[in-house]
């Protein structure tokens, strides 16, 4: 897996907005209220379960929520017996280490697990430096060797 969430999906693109907007510095009140608004309407759809009608949030319907609302991936991971990656960026803030930490936790005394975390690298497994943003993806890169590496030992223990 390579940066999985761990967290629910609705929370995590919650902060990736929050997170660009704080990178632009100061907000317009149309941006504070567009924020507060898209808040407010991921309430009510992290309430969603199953079988429940309402409008669609961000271009997905209720019902793609609502089943991610009751999905776990930390205890999914962990009901498997097959051997599991884990990589993650420490420089990724679309998928961070909040939710890295659960997946450590939960899955951390199983012998046919790997997780490695790479500091310096981004969403993508490409070196970044400074504060990370969208701006790290307009330069071209490639995947860092030491992620290559990661998963071809992985692979050749298989």
């Keep these: ?14 902060e990736q907005i929050e997170y660009i ?24 759809v992290e309430a969603a379960r199953p ?6 949030f961000m271009n997905a319907p209720l019902s793609w929520w609502a089943d ?3 999905y776990n991936p930390v205890a999914n991971a962990a009901a498997l017996s097959l051997p599991i990656l884990i990589l993650q ?6 998928v961070t280490t909040a939710d890295f930490d659960p997946f450590f936790k939960g899955l951390a005394t ?3 697990v790997s997780m490695r975390l790479f500091p310096a690298l981004n969403h993508l497994f490409m070196t970044g430096a400074g504060v990370a943003g969208s701006g790290d993806y307009n330069s071209a ?18």
């Design 1 to 14: 897996m390579l940066v999985p969430a761990a967290r629910p999906l609705l929370s995590v693109t919650v």
């Design 21 to 44: 907007m704080s990178l632009k510095g100061a907000q317009t009140s149309e941006q504070k209220s567009h924020l507060e608004q898209l808040k407010r309407d991921a309430k009510r």
């Design 51 to 56: 079988g429940d009608e309402g409008p669609a």
């Design 68 to 70: 991610l609302n009751v």
């Design 89 to 94: 960026g420490g420089r990724d803030y679309q």
């Design 110 to 112: 199983r012998s046919n």
């Design 141 to 158: 890169g490639h995947v860092d060797v030491e992620a290559i590496q990661a998963i071809a030992e992985f692979a050749r223990k298989l």
